[in-house]
């Protein structure tokens, strides 16, 4: 003190954390009793002493993210405190800045690259599962029955969304016209233009025609989407005129992939909702 080293000395400081460099009231304070070491320095944390004023409840209160702190360090002397310092601190403390951050609200579904074995605490995989409506209380309360209303007493079912996409609600967007086709996705889950309803995979109608065709049938080629089989030969089709019938047949996998579903490009994940 006083420029003076004070080892392996027993001191107590007062630490306040100042919402600006003009701030007159602390947000919160607290004190501590330290030893200093043989080179009279010292190793303290701020938030485990013990509280002294402020105007946070608890140090878990004091909202980092809000303003830039400012500590103002006292040593006690007697019955009084001397300042030590009063600086700006040099950056917001993560750890105490994220625990006042907003956390994924509960219904939140996002998707999780993985294993559903390793699906992190707070979340559910969407599996379709029923689950508790006690146990997942805060769930149950934001989604409802719109999924799935499980036994239809102490359950409800989690989003089945595996081997799905999904897709916004349309609501009075007009830009789902099969809207009212749509199906609860489980017993008692929402239907038509409502979240949690299913739809089956379909694609845009593609019509054609065939016809009956006069003459010699030659045949054709089998190179596009539309192929001509072989008709009647001549002389031996329906009329003694040597008409014959043609059969067109459309097969895109002739020239585009094709599959057992429709669908683009994609990717595996697992679907986690926060509960």
Known sequence: MDGFVVPSKSIELRFSLMPGQQ????SWVETQD???DAYGTIGVTIGKGTKAGGVAATFADVN?????YWLKVEIKEGSDYRELSFTALPSVPYAEA???AVSSPVGSVMPFAGDASKVPAGWLLCDGSAVSRS???TLYNVIGTAWG???NATTF?????RGMFLRGV???SGKDADNGTRVPLKEGGNPGNKVGSYQSDAIRNITGKTGSFGGENRGGDNTGAISRETGAAKNQGLDNNGSGILSVTFDASRVVPTGSDNRPQNVYVNYIIKY
């Open 98 to 100: 994220a625990t006042n």
């Open 157 to 161: 079912n989690l989003p089945d969304m």
């Open 64 to 68: 980092f993210a809000a303003v830039y």
């Open 170 to 172: 349309s609501g009075e």
């Open 135 to 137: 146990d997942y209380a």
């Open 23 to 26: 701030a007159t009231q602390a």
């Open 34 to 36: 330290v030893t200093t």
């Open 149 to 151: 209303s499980g036994n």
